[in-house]
């Protein structure tokens, strides 16, 4: 499967916990997103990387957020002292990068904070 | 920024009619409108897009329309089966940076 993959599928912790998500993006896309979704919602922007740079960061990203693409590959998102409000959907994304290039997306991480 | 406007929320056809779903967008940089299709327990999947140099564009069953003019994007689904049934999201990008999502379209197919 030559797909966008995300780990793990699903994770749930304590309120204050920290918690990490993996993506391992399309091997020839240079560009990896990470978008939220709640329910009854589309995805929201988080942030982006081209190749190993962080790109462009959202408002919504507060300080306890933070990823990282070393080497240009696979990517983390690192979410410290998690909030209730923190569960969500969380989306990996991939593309080639440039004007009309598309996002192809994983299946995503189910974080449920108790 | 660009806010993307999706309508309906819910919409339910029998097994064989079309179904429309449309967009509206705010900015009028916006030059690329890619479909997205979601189903339960799953990332969402491109189905068309279409780029702001076209107004139309089908393939299959499947065919979106692009009016820059009014900023507004559609998705028509003919001959509608049950695995049709799934949450349909619109995008609008003006730089391949960004991408803004609609609020989605939850569609059921009534066998």
């Known amino acids: 499967d030559t797909g966008v993959s995300q780990n793990p599928r699903h994770k749930i912790t304590k309120r204050g916990q920290n918690v990490t998500f993996r993506c391992d993006p399309i091997?020839?896309?240079?560009?990896l997103y990470w978008y939220r979704q709640t329910l009854g919602q589309g995805p929201e922007f988080l942030t982006y990387?081209?190749?190993?740079?962080?790109?462009?960061k959202s408002r919504l990203l507060s300080d306890r957020f933070s990823a990282e693409r070393p080497k240009g590959s696979f990517s983390t998102l690192e979410i410290q002292r998690t909030e209730q409000g923190d569960s969500a959907m969380y989306l990996c994304?991939?593309?080639?990068?440039?004007?009309?290039?598309?996002?192809?997306f994983g299946n995503g991480t189910r974080l449920t904070v108790t | 920024g660009e806010n993307v406007e999706q309508h309906p929320s819910t919409l339910s056809v029998q097994e064989g009619d079309s179904a429309v779903i449309k967009c509206t967008y705010s900015?009028?940089?916006?030059?690329?409108f890619p479909w997205y299709k979601q189903e339960l327990g799953k990332g969402p999947q491109l189905i068309i897009d279409?780029?702001?140099?076209?107004g139309e564009k089908k393939d299959q069953r499947i065919a979106v329309t692009l009016n820059k003019t009014a900023k507004h994007f559609s998705l028509h689904i003919t001959e509608t089966q049950p695995e049709d049934s799934a949450v349909y999201f619109c995008?609008?990008?003006?730089?391949?940076?960004?991408?803004?999502f609609g609020t989605g379209t939850s569609l059921t197919v009534i066998p």
């Open positions: 995008a609008a990008s003006n730089t391949g940076n960004q991408f803004y």
């Open positions: 279409i780029r702001s140099n076209v």
């Open positions: 900015d009028s940089a916006s030059n690329y």
């Open positions: 994304a991939s593309s080639l990068g440039g004007l009309n290039s598309p996002l192809h």
């Open positions: 091997s020839e896309h240079n560009r």
């Open positions: 990387f081209q190749n190993e740079a962080q790109l462009e």
